[in-house]
């Protein structure tokens, strides 16, 4: 099993940057798939980004050019760079993990969740 642990969410004004932060623990492998994804009440779950061991990644196009994930030396640490930040990216935003091809985790399903980190934008 894998545990995720998130932080670094938190309150801008439009324009602004935020870095989220997930831990990772348990058993990790090269297959895992990893990455972010978000949620607004009343909607449905939107798969923001995504990352394999190999570094290999994939964005939805509403932050292409905005967002930047990564994953550190250690693969123990997963990491979401927000700058140019929207009204619209408020959402809880979850790290999410699977032993699954990296396109289910922009459709918004993994394996494992975090418990989540709140994002708000204000314009």
């Known amino acids: 099993a894998v545990t995720l642990v998130e932080s670094g969410g938190g309150s801008v004004t439009s324009g602004g940057s935020l870095r989220l932060s997930c831990a990772l623990f348990?058993?990790?492998?090269?297959?895992?798939?990893l990455g972010w994804i978000r949620q607004t009440p009343g909607k449905e779950r939107e798969g923001v980004a995504t990352?394999?061991?190999?570094?290999?990644?994939n964005y939805v196009d509403s932050v292409k050019g905005r967002f930047t994930i990564s994953l550190d030396d250690t693969k123990s640490n997963l990491y979401l760079q927000m700058n140019s930040l929207k009204p619209e990216d408020t959402a809880m935003y979850y790290c999410a993990a699977g032993w699954l091809d990296p396109k289910w985790i922009l459709r918004g399903r993994a394996s494992y969740w975090g418990r989540g980190t709140q994002v708000t934008v204000a314009s």
């Open positions: 990352i394999d061991f190999d570094g290999r990644t």
């Open positions: 348990g058993s990790t492998d090269s297959n895992l798939a």
